[in-house]
C-alpha cells in the first residue's frame, strides 16, 4: 500500500470511529450525492443531443451508396467524418433508396419527416425520372412540392438541391430541358444548388463502376466534395443562429 493510500484508509478509520453508529447518514449521503451526478451527466446528455442538427440527406442509389463494399464509403458518410473532424454538431442520416423517382420521393418524404427534425435537407433526386424519360415538367412539380413538404415540417430549414444532367443519347431537347429543371427548381424555391453533383466523376470509367453510372468508392469522395462546396457556408451560418 502506498503513503498516499495508508493515509487514505486511515482517514476514513478516523472517520468511521469519530461518527461510530453515523455509517447510515454517510452511506446515504455518498448515494445522494452519486444519484445527482447522474441527473446531472444525464441532463449534460440530453442538453448536447438537442443541440446537434440534423442533416437529412433523401436520395436514390447515389446517396445509398450503391455497389459500394461500405455504406461509409458513400458520399454522405464522407461528409459526417469532415463535420465530425470539425468538432460541428450536425448528425448526418442517409435516406437513400435505389431506383428513387421524385414521385416515390414525394411519398416517401412524409414518413421521414414524421419521424424526426430536420435543419437541413440535401435533396438529390432526379437521376432515375431522367433515365426512364419521365417528363421533365413531372420531375419539376415533384422537386418543388418535397421542398414545400419539408418546409411546412420546418419553415426555418435549410434546403440544398443536387442539379443532375442525363446522357446524350435521351436526346438533345430533353436533356437541356431535364438540366434546367434543377437552376429553375433552385431559383424559384430559394434553395442552394450543386449544379451538377456528378461533375468530375459522370463519364470517367475509372471513377465509376462497370455499369457506368454508379461511382466507385474514389467518385465517392468526388461527389462528396462538390455536396461540401455547398454544403459547408450553411453550416456555418447555422452556427451563428
Not at 127 to 134: K, T, V, Y
Not at 225 to 233: E, S, Y
Amino acid at each position: 500500500m502506498t503513503i498516499k493510500n495508508q493515509f487514505l484508509a486511515f482517514g476514513l478509520a478516523a472517520i468511521t470511529t469519530f461518527y461510530g453508529c453515523g455509517d447510515a447518514t454517510t452511506t446515504d449521503n455518498l448515494d445522494k450525492e452519486k444519484g445527482a451526478r447522474a441527473a446531472t451527466s444525464a441532463q449534460s446528455d440530453a442538453a448536447t443531443e438537442t443541440d446537434t442538427k440534423t442533416i437529412l440527406f433523401f436520395g436514390n442509389s447515389l446517396t445509398a451508396g450503391y455497389g459500394l463494399d461500405d455504406p461509409s464509403q458513400a458520399f454522405p458518410a464522407l461528409i459526417q467524418q469532415r463535420i465530425d473532424s470539425l468538432d460541428m454538431p450536425y448528425k448526418v442520416i442517409n435516406a437513400g433508396l435505389s431506383g428513387e423517382t421524385t414521385a416515390g420521393g414525394k411519398s416517401r418524404v412524409d414518413w421521414l419527416l414524421k419521424k424526426q427534425p430536420v435543419d437541413i435537407f440535401v435533396l438529390e433526386l432526379g437521376a432515375n425520372d431522367g433515365l426512364r424519360g419521365i417528363a421533365t415538367e413531372e420531375t419539376y412539380a415533384n422537386l418543388k412540392t418535397i421542398i414545400q413538404k419539408v418546409r411546412a415540417h420546418n419553415p426555418d430549414v435549410q434546403v440544398v438541391l443536387t442539379g443532375m444532367q442525363v446522357p446524350p443519347s435521351m436526346g438533345q431537347k430533353y436533356s437541356q430541358d431535364f438540366s434546367k429543371v434543377f437552376t429553375r427548381v433552385a431559383e424559384e424555391e430559394n434553395v442552394s444548388l450543386v449544379p451538377f453533383l456528378l461533375e468530375g466523376v459522370g463519364g470517367e470509367p475509372e471513377l465509376n463502376q462497370v455499369d457506368g453510372i454508379h461511382p466507385t468508392e474514389e467518385g465517392q469522395k468526388i461527389l462528396a466534395n462538390n455536396v461540401w462546396d455547398v454544403l459547408q457556408p450553411l453550416l456555418k451560418q447555422e452556427e451563428t443562429l
